[in-house]
């Protein structure tokens, strides 16, 4: 971004009121990278008043057997050199500058590396007051910026994302019963609006929720007897409508 055009955006942040902060919208909190896919598009809106400097972290999630995650930062210097070896979620741009009064830029996340199995990034878009070289501002400006916002606010609103990146041969084997369903197949599925339902009255159901399932995981459908469990399964592109009844 130019420097008439980065003048130009904290010039409008100034002349909001002093009240004026970054408010930022990441859209959904899940995203899925499917097989035949390397890159996603994610668009970060502001509805503040000032404009949102963003920086774009990403983790690779590391899951133990009891569930327990564990997160390692990804190398984006390697991976933007393409090193040997080097794999995993890269983010461009990784600094966003979004204009305020619902003003929107997006980041593209790309993979690079081996798929051989599923993996498993969080993403996270960070606000934050600029300093002096970082996304291309004199000091002038940072100082600019830091007197355009909020006297005392030190601290933004930041938001964490998921992306699911499938492996390359994703293979998708869901087992389903008036019970439970199992996932026997290498990449995640989602159960989506999943709810219980009355026999009696069948659409009078519970509010919908949604269950990721993790390759080898099962997830007991927990309805009353005079219950039924609904929901879409969604297997990578492919989505089929279930009813515990049938």
Known sequence: MNRILMAALLTASAFNSQAATPQINVGTMFDYMQANS???????????????????????????????????PVDAAALARSEPGAQGLIASPSRMIVPANNGQQATRLVFRGNRDSEQYYRIRFVPVVPEKGEFSLTQEQSEEYKKSISAGVNVFTGY?????????DARYD??????????QGNATVVLENLRQ??????????????????????????????????????????????????
């Open 38 to 72: 390397t890159q996603l598009l994610k668009r970060v809106r502001n509805s503040g008043g000032a404009t949102a400097f963003v920086r774009v972290e990403i983790s690779r999630m590391h899951f133990d057997a009891s569930g327990e995650i564990t997160e390692t």
């Open 160 to 168: 964490g994302t998921m992306v699911f990146v499938a492996p390359t």
């Open 174 to 183: 869901t087992h389903a019963d008036a019970h439970q369903v199992r996932n």
């Open 197 to 246: 339902c009355a026999i009696a009255r069948p659409d009078n159901c519970s509010k919908g929720t949604r269950v990721h399932l993790f390759p080898g995981q099962a997830h007991i459908l927990n309805h009353a007897p005079e219950q039924f469990s609904r929901y879409q399964l969604i297997e990578g592109g492919a989505t089929r409508e279930f009813d515990s009844r049938r």
